[in-house]
């Protein structure tokens, strides 16, 4: 259930970025936009996504990855909301920014959720299943504007404007009917709760899906014995500071190859 719930969150976080590709010939005639114009959102909203991503972990570190997740989605999604009833482009142009805090801060903790909860010798493929749902999603979007969205000669020539990629916003912001049942059914990472002193909670968890909650215990404690703390300042010590650079540059890589040719 962990694993369907968190393919899910990507799989909306992937049609939501390759959306605004899909879209663009009808956004550029309904403005009188130039490419240039709305390259600069989309940028933007990038950059939103980089700070999504940073802060998630000190926000899941303190909050929780289920919280940081729901509220994450829920953002997103209202303000895909926004874009669709959208009445100018300063308007879209504020609101798909902005969706970019949530749509980065959606992935680390869908992630983190599909591994912890993943069985003995599963990490790995969870964790690529989880991250599939970003292709899933962006193959979706492409198949969806096929059949929403007329051809680029017949959006230039609508009279009033084509309006067509509103309804490709408001169906990404449907994910919203998701949360009530995020809310309710997506447990809590039990290391969260240990390190918060909420061993019972911890406990109930790791039985309900059959988790060792003693191994997770240890794990915790031999963590906070080491006081080498965690997050940022963990992957910049010099043990793992080599390895992190290395692979930043490696992903950089791998994101222009992919956000690039995907808008």
């Known amino acids: ?3 369907v719930i968190c393919f899910i969150t990507i799989l909306a976080d992937g049609f939501d970025l390759i959306i605004f590709g899909a879209t663009l010939p009808s956004l ?3 403005w009188g936009l130039s490419k240039a114009a709305l390259a600069n959102v989309h940028s933007m909203t990038l950059a939103g996504l980089m700070v999504g991503f940073l802060v998630a972990g000190p926000l899941a570190d303190r909050y ?3 919280i940081v997740l729901i509220a994450g989605g ?3 999604s209202v303000l895909c909301a926004l874009c669709a009833l959208a009445p100018n482009f300063t308007t879209f142009g ?3 920014v902005l969706a970019g805090l ?3 801060a959606v992935v680390p903790s869908a992630v983190a959720l599909a591994n912890e909860f993943a069985p003995p010798g599963r990490r790995q493929l969870f964790n690529g299943i989880t991250l599939t749902g970003y292709a899933v999603g962006g193959i979706l979007t492409t198949v969806v504007a096929l059949a929403v969205i ?3 000669e017949a959006i230039k020539a609508s009279n009033p404007p084509d309006e067509s990629w509103r309804a490709m916003y408001g169906l990404a912001a449907t994910f919203l009917l998701v949360i009530p049942f995020m809310w309710r059914r997506l447990p809590e990472s039990p290391s969260f709760l240990i390190a918060r002193g909420r061993d019972d909670e911890a406990a109930a968890v790791a039985r309900r899906f059959g988790m060792d909650f003693d191994r997770i215990v240890a794990d ?3 963590h906070e014995e080491t006081g080498a703390g965690g997050g940022y300042r963990l992957l910049l010590s010099p043990k793992y500071v080599v390895a992190t650079v290395i692979f930043t540059l490696i992903m950089f890589c791998t994101q222009v190859l992919s956000y690039g040719p995907n808008t």
């Open 64 to 66: 929780g990855r289920r």
């Open 220 to 222: 915790q404690r031999a």
């Open 74 to 76: 829920s953002w997103f």
């Open 150 to 152: 007329p051809g680029a």
């Open 1 to 3: 259930m962990v694993l």
């Open 28 to 30: 550029m005639q309904q």
């Open 102 to 104: 949530g749509l980065g």
């Open 94 to 96: 504020v609101a798909r």
